[in-house]
Protein backbone atom coordinates (compact mmCIF):
# COMPACT_ATOMS: atom_id res chain seq x y z
CA UNK A 1 0.00 0.00 0.00
CA UNK A 2 1.33 3.67 -0.73
CA UNK A 3 0.54 6.56 1.15
CA UNK A 4 0.13 9.60 0.11
CA UNK A 5 -0.41 11.14 3.30
CA UNK A 6 2.07 10.98 7.00
CA UNK A 7 -1.15 11.00 9.30
CA UNK A 8 -1.94 7.15 7.32
CA UNK A 9 1.02 5.99 8.29
CA UNK A 10 0.78 3.66 10.90
CA UNK A 11 3.90 4.42 12.52
CA UNK A 12 3.10 7.88 12.40
CA UNK A 13 -0.16 6.97 14.66
CA UNK A 14 2.03 4.72 16.70
CA UNK A 15 4.06 7.77 17.54
CA UNK A 16 1.26 10.07 18.12
CA UNK A 17 0.16 7.51 20.83
CA UNK A 18 3.17 7.67 22.27
CA UNK A 19 3.16 11.44 22.35
CA UNK A 20 -0.08 11.08 24.22
CA UNK A 21 1.04 8.34 26.18
CA UNK A 22 3.68 10.65 27.50
CA UNK A 23 1.92 13.97 28.34
CA UNK A 24 -0.65 11.68 30.51
CA UNK A 25 2.28 10.51 32.65
CA UNK A 26 3.86 13.84 33.17
CA UNK A 27 0.80 15.29 33.91
CA UNK A 28 0.68 12.85 37.23
CA UNK A 29 1.26 15.16 40.32
CA UNK A 30 5.01 13.41 40.99
CA UNK A 31 6.42 14.60 38.09
CA UNK A 32 5.21 18.57 39.13
CA UNK A 33 8.71 19.21 40.92
CA UNK A 34 11.03 17.33 37.94
CA UNK A 35 10.51 20.17 35.38
CA UNK A 36 13.75 19.14 33.20
CA UNK A 37 12.99 15.38 33.28
CA UNK A 38 9.18 16.44 32.39
CA UNK A 39 10.63 18.95 29.21
CA UNK A 40 13.00 16.67 27.60
CA UNK A 41 10.62 13.33 27.60
CA UNK A 42 7.97 15.50 26.40
CA UNK A 43 10.32 17.41 23.26
CA UNK A 44 11.67 13.68 22.77
CA UNK A 45 8.76 12.08 22.31
CA UNK A 46 6.63 14.29 20.48
CA UNK A 47 10.06 14.58 17.90
CA UNK A 48 9.18 11.00 16.78
CA UNK A 49 6.08 11.73 15.00
CA UNK A 50 7.41 15.25 13.87
CA UNK A 51 10.61 13.78 12.19
CA UNK A 52 8.40 11.21 10.47
CA UNK A 53 5.99 13.87 9.14
CA UNK A 54 9.41 16.06 8.27
CA UNK A 55 10.70 13.48 6.12
CA UNK A 56 7.63 12.34 4.63
CA UNK A 57 6.63 15.56 3.13
CA UNK A 58 10.66 16.47 1.95
CA UNK A 59 9.81 14.35 -1.26
CA UNK A 60 13.30 12.66 -1.51
CA UNK A 61 13.93 9.12 0.07
CA UNK A 62 17.28 10.63 1.04
CA UNK A 63 16.06 13.23 2.89
CA UNK A 64 13.41 11.00 4.50
CA UNK A 65 15.89 8.74 5.57
CA UNK A 66 17.50 11.33 7.89
CA UNK A 67 14.55 12.24 9.16
CA UNK A 68 13.66 8.60 9.93
CA UNK A 69 16.41 7.97 11.72
CA UNK A 70 16.13 11.25 13.74
CA UNK A 71 12.92 10.22 14.69
CA UNK A 72 14.38 6.65 15.85
CA UNK A 73 16.74 8.37 17.65
CA UNK A 74 14.13 10.46 19.86
CA UNK A 75 12.19 7.00 20.35
CA UNK A 76 15.40 5.78 21.51
CA UNK A 77 15.76 8.55 23.52
CA UNK A 78 12.40 8.24 24.75
CA UNK A 79 12.95 4.96 26.00
CA UNK A 80 16.37 5.82 27.89
CA UNK A 81 14.70 8.43 29.93
CA UNK A 82 11.60 5.85 30.75
CA UNK A 83 14.78 3.48 31.87
CA UNK A 84 15.72 6.43 34.14
CA UNK A 85 12.30 7.02 35.46
CA UNK A 86 11.83 3.37 36.75
CA UNK A 87 14.82 3.77 38.48
CA UNK A 88 14.65 7.02 40.11
CA UNK A 89 13.31 6.73 43.67
CA UNK A 90 10.27 9.21 43.47
CA UNK A 91 8.62 7.15 40.51
CA UNK A 92 6.76 3.99 42.32
CA UNK A 93 3.67 4.60 41.05
CA UNK A 94 4.83 5.62 37.79
CA UNK A 95 6.52 2.48 36.73
CA UNK A 96 3.88 0.86 35.34
CA UNK A 97 2.87 3.56 32.97
CA UNK A 98 6.82 3.89 32.00
CA UNK A 99 6.65 0.42 31.14
CA UNK A 100 3.60 0.68 28.86
CA UNK A 101 5.16 3.86 27.28
CA UNK A 102 8.57 2.62 26.72
CA UNK A 103 6.62 -0.62 25.01
CA UNK A 104 5.28 2.21 22.55
CA UNK A 105 8.20 3.95 22.23
CA UNK A 106 10.11 0.15 21.30
CA UNK A 107 6.92 -0.36 18.64
CA UNK A 108 8.12 2.93 16.78
CA UNK A 109 11.80 1.96 16.68
CA UNK A 110 10.83 -1.59 15.18
CA UNK A 111 8.60 0.42 12.57
CA UNK A 112 11.10 3.01 11.61
CA UNK A 113 13.36 0.39 11.50
CA UNK A 114 11.78 -2.08 9.06
CA UNK A 115 10.54 1.05 7.18
CA UNK A 116 13.84 2.16 6.47
CA UNK A 117 15.31 -0.88 5.40
CA UNK A 118 12.64 -0.86 3.20
CA UNK A 119 13.45 2.04 1.54
CA UNK A 120 17.18 1.78 1.74
CA UNK A 121 16.16 -1.75 -0.52
CA UNK A 122 14.33 0.39 -3.08
CA UNK A 123 15.55 1.80 -6.17
CA UNK A 124 13.00 4.71 -5.99
CA UNK A 125 14.70 8.59 -5.08
CA UNK A 126 11.42 10.02 -3.97
CA UNK A 127 8.36 11.85 -4.91
CA UNK A 128 10.25 14.61 -5.70
CA UNK A 129 11.42 12.98 -8.79
CA UNK A 130 8.26 11.00 -10.00
CA UNK A 131 7.06 12.41 -13.07
CA UNK A 132 5.09 11.47 -16.76
CA UNK A 133 7.89 9.92 -18.02
CA UNK A 134 8.62 7.69 -15.20
CA UNK A 135 5.01 7.16 -14.44
CA UNK A 136 5.02 5.75 -17.94
CA UNK A 137 8.53 3.44 -17.55
CA UNK A 138 6.48 1.98 -14.48
CA UNK A 139 3.64 1.05 -15.97
CA UNK A 140 5.30 -0.17 -19.00
CA UNK A 141 7.71 -2.20 -16.48
CA UNK A 142 4.81 -3.57 -14.53
CA UNK A 143 2.88 -4.61 -17.81
CA UNK A 144 5.85 -6.30 -18.93
CA UNK A 145 6.12 -8.43 -15.55
CA UNK A 146 2.75 -9.60 -15.81
CA UNK A 147 3.12 -10.39 -19.54
CA UNK A 148 5.96 -12.55 -18.25
CA UNK A 149 3.67 -14.05 -15.67
CA UNK A 150 1.49 -15.06 -17.81
CA UNK A 151 3.70 -16.49 -20.10
CA UNK A 152 5.02 -18.26 -17.14
CA UNK A 153 2.07 -19.54 -16.48
CA UNK A 154 0.81 -20.87 -19.52
CA UNK A 155 4.36 -23.09 -19.70
CA UNK A 156 3.70 -24.30 -16.55
CA UNK A 157 0.24 -25.56 -17.06
CA UNK A 158 1.33 -27.24 -20.31
CA UNK A 159 4.40 -28.55 -18.81
CA UNK A 160 1.60 -29.94 -16.43
CA UNK A 161 -0.33 -31.36 -18.93
CA UNK A 162 2.03 -33.32 -21.18
CA UNK A 163 3.32 -35.21 -17.87
Not at 4 to 30: N, Q
Not at 93 to 120: F, Y
Request: hydrophobic share 40%; proline share 2%.
Amino acid sequence: MKYRRFEDLPVWKTAIDLAVTIYALTTKPEFAPHHGLRDQLERAAVSVSNNIAEGFERGTNKELLMFLYISRGSAGETRSMLYLLEHLPWSGKLIEDARAAKLKAESCSRQLKVWIQSIQDSELKGERYVNEKTRRADEAARQREEFLAELAAIKNARGATNN
